[in-house]
């Protein structure tokens, strides 16, 4: 850990002037770790202004989760919203935002749709080194998207001798009747994956394959298959440059019997899609001292997929519906760091990104059939800068600006002030204020058929504050963090049904806002035991719902927003030593959440309530053979998780099935 004699920005100069292989090793000794997803500067988090959490691939191993968007259910004011089971279509609400405020980066890499649309539901953790979670605006320095924050996946970086690592593991969970009808018999999952890593000649390697299947939750039509392969490379050919390249491709398909209200009815419905996720950075020390460095990072997204629900035999009302699209997001970015003094770096850039989507489906319904077929392209061209200073060394500060300019919306600026002071050496006080904005999806511009887009469309836009405190005790060993936020949400777009506002399409309608408060403790308890809590409470309150006024609607004036609790929080009780055994117990609680109930009187939606619930999870690994090198590697264990312990029934989603007691047990392997 820095000490307060330590100015902050000497840290950034130091790793401004090495190799960034070189930086992550003396990570490793540091308490506070470097994070590189929250500023464009990497800074450590103990000098951030904004709220941060780190979740490591350590952990989630341990944990023994296979999915993202499972290790992301005990971070603070994040929420996650599962449609069934493995595989189904998966939300993140941050901060009490939408699901598309929240930008995904893999490597670097945006991974959201145009507008922010990700699901995560294809998303698995093979092959991760760290998931960084900033909550909070960061539009000033990645743009549209990064309304609420940012979930920055990274994958494992290569390390010391060539090494294979084997992962098996098998599981078991029975299926739950619910609401909506029986679903006798047993779901058996099985995660697999490979991973070769290491150290070679001027640079490092990792490569990895997994392979995830589930039968389901339902009795039928309800398989999910997952195929990943990712690669992280790194080479210095030079004393002065680093290349690195990191791909992750997903083959995902998904099998659902499930009807928009969740009753099992259809026998051949499924979802398809295959995503590449590439990215290439390019730096370069340049400066008579080296302490300026360039970037050049090119990106390439594409997602290919659609829904396959032909006539099912048995339906009594025959309808069917078939979609394919393909969507791509191509960018570059060049941008240098600069420090032109050991109290202020600076970093500016300039960023283009083309946004191509081509959609087709056709439908036929009691309504009668439907076709919808659009191509549409857009560009967009952002340029920012921001500045970190550190007039004294208890103090860093933030400031950046950011202009977009996008050929379907024109001109928008955002920007992000923030400040983090130590007045005593155990107690930190942090700020920060930005704005940010989403752009409207492709679909929301342009579809056709029975639902139209609107091209006029501007920007939903956000204005945010939040303050910290946080609190070190025993030399270090505890930790106490509090934050406090609000946000105000305008411009947010709903499809309006009645014709009376901006026709039967896409309109700029509502305002809400976003007000909570999240509480953190963590500390060594004694010797490798380790414990951990967090709380979230939380206020989201619609505004202006624009035109739709009645009850069963997206928006409805006064009401909290979908899915969102009021109150969450978590505990977390973990083993790690360098003995044989090593385990963690996790503890969720979430509040009643509103959510939208299709089917209805009159089939229409209505508003419902889901009840609380609370869920605990077992997990952990036994060593059989001596631990091997100086990080204690190698040799064969055996694993186990028990999700849901308790086999409590609660559901994510009104009338979805979530997974009830869920055994586990696999073993690992590493040479």
């Known amino acids: 850990m820095m000490t307060m004699s330590i100015r902050p920005l000497l840290l950034v100069s130091s ?5 960034l292989a070189a930086q992550e090793r003396a990570d490793t000794a540091r308490i506070d770790p470097v994070v590189i997803s929250a500023t464009r500067i990497p800074l450590s988090q103990g000098l951030l202004p904004v709220a941060v959490t780190i979740i490591t691939g350590d952990e989630l191993r341990l944990r023994g989760v296979a999915t993202v968007s499972d290790a992301l259910g005990s971070v603070s004011s994040a929420y996650v919203a599962q449609s069934g089971s493995q595989g189904a279509t998966t939300s993140l609400f941050l901060r009490g935002g939408e699901s598309k405020y929240v930008k995904v980066l893999v490597d670097g890499v945006s991974a959201n749709e145009a507008g ?43 390390t010391g001798a060539p090494r294979v690592d084997t992962d098996l593991r098998m599981g078991l969970a029975p299926r739950d009747a619910g609401v909506n009808g029986p679903s006798p018999g047993t ?49 210095t050919p030079g004393r002065v440059t680093e290349i690195r390249l990191a791909l992750r491709y997903t083959d995902y398909q998904f099998n659902y019997p499930t009807t928009s209200g969740g009753v099992p009815t259809d ?34 997204s594409m997602n290919e997929g659609g829904t396959d629900d032909a006539v099912d035999p048995g339906d009594p009302a025959p309808s069917s519906f078939v979609s394919q699209d393909k969507t791509r997001r191509r960018g570059a970015e060049l941008r240098y760091h600069l420090i032109p003094t050991r109290v202020a770096a600076l970093t500016v850039g300039l960023q283009v990104e083309q946004q191509d989507q081509r959609s087709q489906s056709q439908s036929q319904s009691t309504f009668g059939p439907f076709n919808s077929v659009f191509s549409a392209a857009r560009r967009n061209a952002g340029a920012y800068t921001e500045l970190v200073v550190s007039p004294m060394s208890a103090m860093t500060a933030t400031v950046g600006a950011r202009v977009d300019d996008n050929e379907q919306f024109g001109a928008f ?31 929301e511009n342009y579809s056709t058929g029975f639902v139209t887009g609107n091209p006029a469309l501007r920007p939903e836009r956000i204005l945010s504050v939040d303050g910290g405190l946080e609190q070190t005790f025993l030399a270090g060993r505890a930790r106490v963090a509090l934050t406090g936020f609000a946000q105000r949400f305008r411009d947010m777009i709903d499809y309006e049904g009645t014709g009376a506002s901006c ?59 979908l899915r969102r609790p009021d109150v969450k929080w978590n505990a977390e009780l973990a083993l790690l030593g360098s003995g044989p055994f090593s385990a963690s117990a996790r503890l969720i609680a979430m509040g009643e959440r509103d959510d939208r109930f299709f089917g209805g009187m009159g089939g229409g939606a209505e508003r419902t309530t889901l009840p609380a619930y609370h869920r605990v999870d077992i997990s952990g690994a036994y060593r059989l053979t001596p631990a091997r090198g100086v990080g204690g590697g190698g040799g064969a264990s055996m694993t186990f998780r028990i999700e849901n312990l308790g086999n409590v029934h609660y559901q994510h989603v009104h009338g979805f099935l979530a997974a009830r007691r869920t055994v586990v047990v696999g073993v690992r392997l590493s040479s």
């Open 187 to 235: 779901m058996r999952t099985v995660d697999a994956s490979v991973t070769t890593s290491g150290a070679m000649p001027s640079g490092s390697y990792s490569l990895a394959l997994g392979r995830h299947r589930s039968t389901g939750l339902y009795a039928f039509n309800n398989g999910y298959l997952n195929n990943t392969l990712s690669s992280r490379l790194q080479f």
């Open 15 to 19: 790793l401004l002037s090495a190799p």
């Open 116 to 158: 922010g649309t990700f699901d995560f539901a294809s998303l698995t953790t093979d092959n991760v080194e760290r998931i960084e979670i900033v909550r909070g605006p960061a539009s000033v320095i990645y743009g549209a998207d990064a309304v609420t924050g940012v979930v920055h996946v990274i994958t494992r970086r290569g």
């Open 267 to 300: 026998s051949n419905a499924l979802r398809t899609e295959d995503r590449v996720v590439l990215g290439l950075e390019v730096e370069r020390r340049v400066g008579a001292r080296g302490g300026g460095r360039a970037v050049l990072a090119l990106s390439s």
């Open 413 to 443: 600026g955002t920007g992000r002030v923030g400040v983090s002071w130590r007045p005593l050496r155990d107690t930190r006080f942090r700020a920060t204020a930005g704005t940010a904005f989403r752009e409207p999806t492709f679909f």
């Open 503 to 561: 026709g039967f399409s896409y309109c700029n309608v509502a305002h809400a806002t976003s007000t909570g408060l999240e509480a953190e403790v963590d500390g060594r308890v004694a010797g490798p035991l380790r414990a951990s809590f967090g709380a979230t409470l939380l206020r989201t309150r619609v505004v202006d719902p624009g035109f739709d006024s009645a009850s069963g609607g997206l928006y409805e004036r006064g009401q909290r927003l």
